[in-house]
């Protein structure tokens, strides 16, 4: 079982930075990709930014690039989401995910473990 626990949420200006991290237990030897999720009030769970461990691939939502960056520490088993130039519209609770497969996927119902995730609040 993979245990996955996030941080590095809270209450930032529009314009700021964040940046989460994501903790793995160690039984992370069968997860090849690590995303990032997030989920707005009322609004379903997208797709925000992925990277795989094997080739170090990285995938963004349209609306996240060029202001986001993923990035993952193998040794700590730890991911990361950089956060720079924050809009309201980024307000959300930020799920970090894993997934067995191969390649990475936009699709939630695709990845097979899950955190509890952070609260970010952009204020205008």
């Known amino acids: 079982q993979v245990q996955l626990v996030e941080s590095g949420g809270g209450l930032v200006q529009a314009g700021g930075s964040l940046r989460l991290s994501c903790a793995a237990s160690e039984r992370t030897f069968s997860v090849n990709i690590m995303a990032w999720f997030r989920q707005a009030p009322g609004k379903e769970r997208e797709f925000v930014a992925a990277i795989s461990k094997s080739d170090g691939g990285t995938f963004y939502a349209e609306s996240v690039k060029g202001r986001f960056a993923i990035s993952r520490d193998v040794a700590k088993n730890t991911v990361y989401l950089q956060m720079n130039n924050l809009k309201r519209e980024d307000t959300a609770t930020y799920h970090c995910?894993?997934?067995?497969?191969?390649?990475?996927?936009?699709?939630?119902?695709?990845?097979?473990?899950w955190g509890q995730g952070t609260q970010v609040t952009v204020s205008s």
């Open positions: 995910a894993a997934r067995n497969g191969p390649t990475a996927t936009r699709t939630p119902f695709t990845y097979d473990y």
